[in-house]
């Protein structure tokens, strides 16, 4: 009889340990890859809208404004100072600076 409890009682342990694992593999998705892909859905769509004139910092940390997008090569060239324009890849494009007021 004891025999028959133990093996019952060994049976749901495993049915608890899926149970945590199924729970354990929930809030990884709903705490961390959820909010990384919205996140990344976000960037994505800010640089299918970058346009001329936009203030935007660079994924090295450079700030500057657009002054040209090419759709064909998928880069935007960068005013980072006077005179002095880099060409990036689109992708490299993080954020829009444009409503942050600048400190002086």
Not at 31 to 49: D, L, S, V
Request: aromatic share 6%; glycine share 8%.
């Amino acid at each position: 009889m004891t025999n028959i409890l133990l093996q019952a009682q060994q049976g749901g342990g495993g049915m608890m340990m899926l149970l945590m694992m199924v729970a354990i593999f929930a809030i990884m998705y709903f705490f961390m890859i959820r909010p990384q892909q919205k996140q990344q859905k976000e960037i994505r769509n800010f640089q299918n809208q970058l346009a001329e004139g936009m203030s935007v910092i660079v994924g090295s940390g450079i700030y500057g404004t657009v002054k040209s997008v090419d759709l064909s090569r998928n880069t935007v060239d960068v005013k980072i100072a006077k005179d002095t324009v880099i060409t990036v890849a689109k992708t490299a494009v993080f954020r829009d600076m444009s409503n942050i007021p600048v400190q002086k």
